[in-house]
């Protein structure tokens, strides 16, 4: 039913009278309201959270370049140390931002950056002024914010997050004379497994090192990532 209503302008001296449907309408009259995600913006993903305890094993260090010209540079020096890092987060994505790498129990620095990590990628931690740019498909860099400086007489490695937890401690030997050569585990990824010289390792080909590759050579993909990965994918 439609009823007469009554607009009061300017005071009582002028009244109009406007059509008004008041009646409360039915069901039938009423539209059904859009899902709540039409018309509007994808949500974000949400960002990898931070590693935890646990979470991160040392895989390959390189303590003694000892000739090898890492980073590119045309020199070998203390800036082409590096480490290599595997990730037991299983399908989850994390980063290292924050986390610091103690030296004999000193600070030598903080990883920059939050780059999200995946856990069938290998991690390849670098000093602050290394310059690389290329790595393997299926390894991902992460840098301090100051040189390695790895000793060469051996030393305590110990990578904590930004709150303290241990992420990984590891007493490496002495590293004089001899060819440069990395170490690495004797299965990658695998925190039981048994460290060996790379030149030593029967399967790496006689590479003095294997950083951003399985041991073997190989592709990251080949030794840590479920069947299907694709070995270019990299981290967003």
């Not at 709540?36 to 959270?49: F, K, M, Q, T, Y």
């Not at 002024?129 to 400086?149: F, N, Q, S």
């Not at 003095?208 to 479920?226: K, Q, R």
């Amino acid at each position: 039913m439609v009823r007469t209503l009554w607009l009061c302008l300017l005071g009582p001296w002028l009244c109009v009278a406007c059509p008004a449907s008041l009646d409360t309408p039915d069901s039938a009259g009423l539209q059904p309201l859009p899902p709540d995600n039409v018309g509007l913006p994808a949500a974000p993903s949400p960002e990898c959270r931070a590693a935890n305890a646990g979470e991160v094993l040392l895989n390959e260090y390189l303590v003694r370049p000892g000739g090898l010209d890492v980073d590119g540079d045309g020199k070998s020096n203390g800036r082409d140390e590096v480490l290599e890092l595997a990730l037991a987060s299983g399908g989850t994505a994390v980063h290292l931002g924050g986390a610091q790498l103690l030296v004999d129990g000193q600070v030598r620095g903080q990883i920059t950056g939050q780059t999200c990590l995946d856990p069938q990628h290998l991690v390849v931690l670098v000093g602050s002024t290394t310059a690389l740019t290329t790595w393997p498909p299926g390894a991902d860099e992460v840098r301090l914010d100051h040189l390695l400086k790895l000793p060469d007489g051996g030393a305590s490695l110990e990578l904590r997050t930004a709150d303290n937890q241990l992420l990984f401690r590891h007493q490496y030997l002495p590293e004089q004379g001899g060819a440069p050569s990395s170490w690495t585990r004797s299965v990658d990824g695998n925190m039981a497994a048994d460290w060996a010289r790379q030149l030593d390792w029967p399967d790496g080909h006689g590479l003095a090192t294997t950083i951003g590759l399985c041991n073997n050579g190989l592709p990251a993909c080949a030794c840590l990532a479920n069947q299907g990965m694709d070995c270019g994918a990299v981290s967003q």
